[in-house]
């Protein structure tokens, strides 16, 4: 199993940046493709960004491309989302998670772990 812990939300005015950190438990975190999602009120959850085991298969949502990147670093567990010229329909809950299949691709149901999810923000 992975549990998955996010960090790094908050509150920034259009335009700004913020950076969500993911960290991983387990000895196999290496083997998972990690995703970042995102839900925002009233809305379903949506593909943010997705990476896969190796790093060297990364995509985008449209609406995030040119805007957000996705790295992670497999001797620390961790996965980060970097958010750069952030726009208030970014607002939402950001979720980190693991797929099994290691491919890190856009369908939410690949993803057999979930993190709690992090607030972000931004304010107009």
């Known amino acids: 199993q992975v549990q998955l812990v996010e960090s790094g939300g908050g509150l920034v005015q259009a335009g700004g940046s913020l950076r969500l950190s993911c960290a991983a438990s387990?000895?196999?975190?290496?083997?998972?493709?990690m995703g970042w999602f995102r839900q925002a009120a009233g809305n379903e959850r949506e593909f943010v960004a997705g990476?896969?085991?190796?790093?060297?298969?990364?995509s985008y949502a449209d609406s995030v491309k040119g805007r957000f990147t996705i790295s992670r670093d497999n001797a620390k567990n961790t996965v980060a989302l970097q958010m750069n010229s952030l726009k208030p329909e970014d607002t939402a809950v950001y979720y980190c998670a693991a797929d099994s299949n290691g491919l890190g691709g856009y369908a939410a149901p690949s993803y057999a772990y979930w993190g709690q999810g992090t607030q972000v923000t931004v304010s107009s």
């Open positions: 387990g000895r196999t975190f290496s083997r998972y493709g």
């Open positions: 990476i896969s085991w190796t790093g060297g298969r990364i």
